[in-house]
């Protein structure tokens, strides 16, 4: 075995290191040349192919299996800085990508109409009116995809959809529709969802048999209705069409979970009280317009996009949240139906489009990916 000594290995890894950090920043600044040579061509900052033929360049030039994979990571890595660089110096130049937003002072709640999906008492009235007011213009459509319809073809101005619950997790259909439909993301709302056992006047828990509700909302009350083992759990649309149901029926063996709202604009017996397996359980509701618009104050940005199938593609694609100081606050992925096996991707981050790292972000993100869509900033 070599007598080997810490202390000089580090010595000599220092010298290797100081040279790398000189030749990156010799190689930054032909990047900062080829930039402008961009700026004055108008020609893509990425370009797929040129990257392909440097990392199998690279890769030759590099003798284990072990250092072709490892120059291929690095090189990749080294690129990706390159091209957010350069997104930069093309911003500093009002190069930068153009989101189609407007911004606004304020995004207007007063005179609008307001569609929810339901009927009143569902949690989106209760979402509504804490967002737009008690004395709002509201409508309500049996499906939540009526909702974005109405917005889009101009009969109402917002509709009000919920996209996510504390306890049992994001409303996965709705996501789809964000995407279906030309709408944009304005504003959110959290309301606290605390679901009743609610039957007929008169009703006592002994004669339950049937209980009617939200699929989500029976999720949610799953340890109360658990220890009921022999009555049946029916799904309906809403869990305010779950509470008109059962006093339309009058029929006592039947409960509905849903809210305190429901059971008093319906007139209904609280057989139990706040059923929901968590308490503070609580659901997030998006609203959305028609107009890409977002007030000064917007925090929030929510994207959506497609990547190659392929390994590392996600990772490189975050990367241009990382070396922007961009904050994700979620991701989620779904099934591109068309494409078997194949994601997109539904990423929040915190910011506002007028921001300089927001909108180097967003510039990479949609020369790097397939498809990219601001949903909104909010
Ligand atoms: O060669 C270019 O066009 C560059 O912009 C340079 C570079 C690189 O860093 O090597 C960066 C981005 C491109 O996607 C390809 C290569």
Not at 344 to 359: I, M, P, Q, T
Request: charged share 25%; with cysteine.
């Amino acid at each position: 075995m070599k007598n080997l000594d810490l202390k000089e290995c580090r010595d000599k890894l220092d010298v290797i290191d100081k040279k790398i950090v000189r030749l990156f920043e010799e190689r930054m600044s032909v990047c900062g040349d080829v930039a402008e040579y961009k700026i004055g061509t108008g020609k893509a900052v990425y370009d797929a192919a040129r990257e392909a033929q440097k990392i199998a360049a690279v890769q030759e030039l590099a003798h284990s299996e072990f250092n072709k994979e490892a120059v291929k990571e690095i090189f990749s890595q080294l690129m990706s800085v390159s091209r957010r660089y350069q997104y930069s110096l093309l911003s500093a130049h009002g190069m930068g990508m153009d989101t189609g937003f407007t911004e606004v002072e304020t995004i207007g709640k007063k005179n609008k109409k307001i569609v929810f999906q339901g009927v009143e008492g569902a949690y989106s009235h209760a979402a509504a009116k804490l967002y737009f007011g008690e004395d709002a213009d509201l409508y309500h459509v049996p499906e939540f995809e009526d909702t974005m319809r109405e917005v889009e073809e101009g009969r109402a101005d917002y509709a009000v959809l919920p996209i996510e619950n504390s306890t049992a997790g994001f409303v996965i259909n709705n996501y789809d529709l964000l995407l279906k439909y030309k709408n944009y993301i304005v504003g959110e709302v959290y309301v606290p969802v605390a679901h009743m056992l609610l039957g007929v006047p008169g009703a006592e828990l002994s004669d339950i048999r049937t209980v009617y509700s939200h699929a989500q909302a029976l999720a949610q009350s799953s340890d109360f209705l658990s220890a009921h083992k022999d009555w049946k759990q029916i799904a309906v649309l809403n869990t305010a069409v779950a509470a008109k149901k059962v006093m339309e029926e009058k029929d006592p063996s039947q409960a509905a979970v849903a809210s305190r709202t429901a059971g008093e604009l319906y007139g209904m017996e609280i057989l139990a009280k706040e059923i929901n397996n968590v308490k503070g359980n609580t659901t997030r509701f998006l609203i959305l317009g028609k107009e890409p618009v977002y007030a000064k104050t917007a925090g929030k940005v929510s994207v959506a996009f497609e990547i190659a199938h392929k390994s590392g593609s996600l990772y490189n694609i975050l990367g241009n949240f990382i070396f922007n100081n961009v904050n994700m606050t979620m991701i989620e992925s779904r099934p591109i139906p068309e494409k078997s096996f194949e994601y997109r991707f539904f990423v929040d981050f915190e910011g506002n489009l007028s921001d300089a790292g927001v909108r180097n972000a967003l510039t990479g993100l949609a020369a790097e990916a397939s498809v990219m869509r601001i949903l909104g900033n909010y």
